[in-house]
């Protein structure tokens, strides 16, 4: 009968236990389903595959290590993007003597021939992108390309809306004037506009 009783284990801190690592994991599979998010705005703010690849890791490392920081799971996306703007703030601060963020050149992937217009657009965009200032670059691919909120974009770069809502008008007049540049000029004179800036 002691033999019993010394062996019994309290069923209540197994339970807890046992709903934590579930919690753990569920979060683990939420993470995962941003992942591809996360790695288009990091690319879209440094075009570069491996860095974005880097810092997604980074800040999924970072989200997984505090997430009981995370009190409203309906802010999960905010929540992750204002991780990825911290560690792309912390990596811009660390290479800033030494990278040039414009001198990054985009590689043309080949495309079937059927999306080739469709893939000229977005190189045509997303070379534009690239001359904008990089206050702007973020404001407008989080909220044209990923839907955010201006609520959101204030939250996660930490900045006031009003601020939000200049540089995406800016972002986005400066883009448009680009574009037509571009289009009047060809594509492959829009490298040339850096001249403009």
Excluded at 82 to 87: F, G, K, T, Y
Excluded at 94 to 116: G, N, W
Excluded at 125 to 137: C, K
Aim: with cysteine; glycine share 2%; proline share 4%.
């Amino acid at each position: 009968v002691t033999g019993v009783q010394t062996c019994a284990l309290p069923i209540f801190p197994v339970m807890s236990v046992i709903a934590n690592l579930c919690k753990h994991q569920q979060f683990k599979r939420t993470l995962a389903d941003y992942r591809s998010n996360l790695y288009r705005i990091a690319y879209s703010w440094c075009h570069n595959p491996a860095l974005a690849d880097d810092l997604v890791q980074e800040t999924m490392a970072k989200a997984l290590k505090n997430s009981t920081q995370l009190r409203d799971p309906k802010t999960l996306k905010a929540w992750l993007y204002r991780i990825l703007s911290n560690c792309w703030r912390d990596h811009f601060r660390r290479s800033r003597d030494t990278v040039d963020i414009d001198d990054v050149v985009l590689v043309e992937h080949d495309t079937p021939d059927v999306r080739h217009d469709r893939q000229q657009v977005i190189q045509r965009v997303r070379a534009a992108i690239t001359l904008l200032p990089m206050g702007q670059r973020q404001v407008i691919t989080l909220v044209d390309l990923e839907g955010c909120s201006y609520i959101e974009v204030a939250q996660i770069l930490e900045i006031p809306i009003g601020t939000v809502m200049s540089r995406l008008s800016r972002a986005r007049k400066a883009l448009k004037e680009r574009l037509l540049e571009a289009e009047v000029h060809g594509d492959s004179n829009v490298c040339q506009l850096r001249t403009a800036t």
